[in-house]
């Protein structure tokens, strides 16, 4: 067993939850358990909590930054695609799952309030943080008769779907390949602390990684049934996952043996989930095939994937930036940029078949990349 990672040393009502989890669990918790609780438990899971998780810069106490919060032009490009899909599937509804700051809503809908074709447009929000829920309500009070915040999904979903930096906070299963025998990666307790603890399990990856070395990376059955359980949802319309992720070639390339799971606090990065439970984010890369996959088998066709950075472009970022000062350009281009997020987010896009027929979206124009999928 790893050595042991030091808990908090005052009891809290998130470290009482976990206790109970883990003593139902028969003291050793598989880690997406553990992620799902220390990120959504109400008693003080990371996103249940009040303090700042999304803005620009650390001095406003938040963890990480998101594109609508880096540039208002992206919401503005993304825009233009969202307004192509709702005419061209001929539906009113824009549906967003995670919504953050509200930013991104914000953003879109002062964009199609220019056009009025747009004028019958409903917005909602799917939204599991109360906290999060008051600031959404506080950054589209302008838009309050277009907002509607949903605590269930409908029968039926008609309409444009918007994901951004959703499925990177789903749980994740650990799965460490050591001396060529897979374990399952979990949770234990030890006195008080947190502690890393193999067991041996019949799961593998999709794609077995080349070579003998140790392996450690994530397999993402929760994204995967959310996938699937929207695509049996939407009859018509058009669904956009924007996050950070690869193909599944890439995925499990042999030379990413460490996986991509981290945690993000005060704009910083690190790889240990197991200290400051609650205090902080835990993330892990999308495997982009398994969602288009998970979209498929549930009926939906894939409609495009492409890089942020190229989706943007055909989108009609660069003449929005044109238009714009220096700062906010400046701001605008980490959104293309290969070495900031530019190439290491993609945009997936499905509809329902029906829905998918007579028309291309721009986002996918040129750089599609379903060929690598």
Request: glycine share 10%.
């Amino acid at each position: 067993m790893p050595p042991a990672t030091e808990a908090p040393s005052h009891p809290s009502p998130l470290s009482a939850a976990l206790h109970r989890a883990l003593d139902a669990a028969g003291g050793w918790l598989p880690f997406d358990r553990f992620m799902a609780l220390a990120l959504y438990a109400p008693e003080g899971g990371y996103y249940a909590g009040s303090l700042p998780k999304f803005g620009a810069m650390p001095g406003s106490g938040s963890d990480f930054v998101t594109a609508p919060e880096l540039s208002p032009l992206f919401g503005r490009a993304l825009a233009v695609q969202v307004a192509q899909a709702l005419l061209a599937t001929g539906t009113t509804d824009i549906w967003e799952f995670g919504a953050g700051t509200g930013a991104l809503a914000r953003q879109v809908l002062d964009a199609l309030a220019a056009d009025e074709r747009h004028d019958r447009v409903r917005y909602h929000i799917v939204e599991l943080s109360g906290s999060l829920r008051e600031r959404q309500q506080g950054t589209l009070a302008g838009h309050a008769g277009r907002v509607v915040w949903e605590s269930a999904w409908p029968d039926r979903i008609e309409g444009v779907v918007l994901g951004n930096e959703v499925l990177d906070a789903m749980p994740v299963q650990l799965l460490h390949r050591v001396r060529g025998a897979w374990h399952e990666r979990g949770v234990v307790a030890d006195g008080d602390a947190w502690a890393w603890a193999d067991r041996p399990t019949p799961l593998r990856p999709p794609v077995e990684p080349e070579g003998p070395q140790d392996y450690l990376t994530e397999v993402h059955p929760q994204a995967e049934a959310f996938v699937k359980s929207l695509s049996e949802h939407l009859v018509r319309g058009a669904a956009f996952f924007i996050d950070y992720g690869f193909p599944e070639s890439e995925y499990y390339h042999p030379q990413r043996h460490m996986g991509t799971l981290m945690c993000h606090q005060g704009h910083r990065a690190d790889g240990n989930p197991l200290v400051e439970v609650g205090a902080k984010d835990i993330t892990a890369h999308v495997n982009f095939t398994g969602i288009a996959l998970a979209a498929q088998d549930a009926g939906q066709q894939v409609l495009g994937y492409a890089s942020q950075a190229r989706f943007l472009i055909n989108c009609g970022l660069v003449d929005l930036a044109a238009a714009a000062s220096v700062t906010e350009r400046a701001q605008a281009m980490k959104l293309l940029h290969e070495h900031e997020m530019g190439e290491l987010f993609k945009v997936l896009a499905f509809a329902p078949e029906a829905s998918a027929a007579g028309w291309e979206p721009l986002g996918f124009a040129q750089g599609d990349r379903v060929h690598t999928l």
